[in-house]
């Protein structure tokens, strides 16, 4: 079993930054393709960034492509996600999610995810 932990949430005003960090433990994830996801009140649970298991490969949705940064370190077993020049509309829950499969099509879905975090909170006032 993968445990994942998120941390970083908090309230910051438009146009500031925040660092979201995706802890996991019980086996490693250095072979798992990870994301980001995110779910504000009474809409649908969204991909906001995902990563392949090296790093090389990334994605993001067109909401946050070029504010937001998705990165890894497997020595570390974590993932990051970087937001800049955040807007309200970013304001959400945020989680973390793996899935052992390697393809895109997977770790950039909601259903293709395997485990998931709890949660971190996010607010953008404005």
């Known amino acids: 079993q993968v445990q994942l932990v998120e941390s970083g949430g908090g309230l910051v005003q438009a146009g500031g930054s925040l660092r979201l960090s995706c802890a996991a433990s019980?086996?490693?994830?250095?072979?798992?393709?990870m994301g980001w996801f995110r779910q504000a009140p009474g809409k649908d649970r969204e991909v906001v960034a995902a990563?392949?298991?090296?790093?090389?490969?990334?994605y993001y949705s067109d909401s946050v492509n070029g504010r937001f940064t998705i990165s890894r370190d497997n020595a570390k077993n974590t993932v990051y996600l970087q937001m800049k020049s955040l807007k309200p509309e970013d304001t959400a829950v945020y989680y973390c999610a793996a899935t052992k499969c390697a393809s895109a099509t997977y770790y950039t879905s909601v259903g293709g995810m395997e485990y998931w975090g709890k949660g971190t909170l996010v607010t953008v006032s404005s």
């Open positions: 990563i392949s298991w090296s790093g090389a490969s990334t």
């Open positions: 019980g086996r490693t994830v250095s072979n798992y393709g």
